[in-house]
């Protein structure tokens, strides 16, 4: 661009055309930022838009707080030699400010945590005698996920372009996953039939060593099977609230305060219908600008998602995984558009991404066991537990 002042402080011409600026008086004239008002050449203002909440899901990051708090106390626990820890220590292993708020869960639930002591010993922080025996059935838990977190993470190296991904990437979701802290020596090396860690592009990564077409199957696929729809000859219509009944359609939950108009709802049954590739077919072969490829990130969103214990993940998370599964460069613009699927929440340190119909209301509907064990561990606070959750399929 060329610039070339015409009035002191007033206009300026960029590319022979006329801008009005206003100078800053707080900067010094020498190195003076300008602020530019366009002229209009008329026309309506763009509508602006809302993003609705919905309550029950920004009500799932709330409820995680105090769990979460008490579960990294008890692994903390149980990492230590003696089964204890001295209250002293404690900001060694969460830091001066978390310290405190582990210390008001350790008051405030004396039925899991205990604390011991005198004048001449220090005190420490244990597991209750009740705590303990239910802390037990982690083990048992953990071998059950075993056969789902192999599966998993085979499809999660399946949707990535070359079936590989660094190492530190998968760390960052290792919680999500349910994976233990120490995968790469306690899990990887049992299955070298499924993965290898080798050296790609100087970062060291884990690669899956066999192709599976039978784990080639989204979970909405599954569901649609299910329910039926993959074989079905019904013609089917869109409903008013976005759902259709068919092979390449997804599960729309919209906000209660989301009204749409016609032409709106005549677009998402449009792309409701629209065939698009599998998010497991290599995502080099299509063009972002298509809008089949574009579907297709969608369902690649929606099965990352599906990989996770608790269908969520930060939007650093998603964003880590950008390369590999070849996501687009205005994501956060592809998830508020589909915001019958997703749901954008800022309620918590991060902001999070949740898929929309693995809830009802703030229940997460199918539990993998690590899950159903937390939640009976968590019960001991005297928190009621749904039960009308479904067992996640091995």
Not at 61 to 75: A, D, H, T, W, Y
Not at 228 to 248: E, I, T, W
Not at 250 to 269: S, T
Not at 330 to 357: A, D, M, P, Q, W
Request: glycine content about 4%; proline content about 5%; some cysteine.
């Amino acid at each position: 661009m060329v610039f070339s002042l015409i009035e002191s402080r007033k206009w300026f011409t960029v590319n022979g055309r006329q801008r009005l600026c206003h100078p800053l008086p707080s900067v010094k004239v020498e190195h003076r930022w300008i602020q530019i008002m366009f002229k209009s050449s008329g026309g309506k203002r763009p509508k602006k838009k809302t993003y609705y909440r919905v309550n029950d899901l920004d009500r799932v990051m709330e409820l995680q707080k105090k769990p979460s708090l008490i579960l990294r106390l008890k692994s903390i626990i149980q990492s230590q030699r003696k089964q204890c820890v001295l209250l002293r220590d404690l900001e060694k292993e969460v830091g001066f400010v978390q310290k405190w708020n582990f210390m008001g869960v350790i008051e405030k639930y004396p039925s899991i945590f205990r604390v011991t002591g005198s004048n001449r010993t220090p005190p420490t922080v244990m597991l209750t005698e009740k705590a303990d025996k239910v802390a037990l059935e982690e083990d048992e838990a953990r071998v059950q996920m075993e056969p789902i977190l192999v599966k998993n993470l085979r499809k999660l190296l399946m949707l990535s372009v070359d079936c590989a991904l660094p190492l530190e990437t998968i760390q960052l979701i290792e919680n999500d996953l349910g994976l233990p802290s120490d995968f790469r020596q306690s899990l990887i090396p049992k299955y070298p039939q499924f993965f290898s860690v080798k050296d790609v592009n100087g970062r060291t990564s884990l690669q899956l060593e066999n192709w599976d077409s039978f784990l080639a199957v989204t979970a909405r696929e599954e569901r649609l099977a299910c329910e039926g729809v993959l074989n079905s000859k019904v013609k089917a219509r869109v409903l008013k609230d976005g759902n259709y009944f068919g092979p390449f359609a997804f599960q729309m939950r919209y906000p209660a305060g989301f009204r749409p108009n016609m032409n709106y709802l005549k677009e998402v049954q449009k792309w409701q219908k629209m065939e698009f590739p599998s998010p497991y077919l290599n995502a080099k072969r299509f063009e972002l600008a298509d809008p089949k490829a574009q579907k297709r990130v969608v369902a690649v969103l929606h099965e990352l998602l599906s990989l996770t214990m608790e269908k969520r993940l930060t939007s650093a998370q998603i964003d880590a995984f950008h390369s590999e599964l070849r996501l687009p460069a205005r994501l956060l613009l592809c998830l508020i558009k589909h915001h019958g699927i997703f749901y954008i929440t800022n309620k918590g340190v991060r902001s999070t991404v949740i898929l929309k119909e693995a809830y009802d209301g703030s229940n997460l509907i199918c539990k993998c066991p690590l899950l159903l064990f937390r939640d009976k561990f968590i019960a001991l606070t005297g928190r009621k537990v749904i039960d009308s959750c479904i067992s996640a399929p091995t």
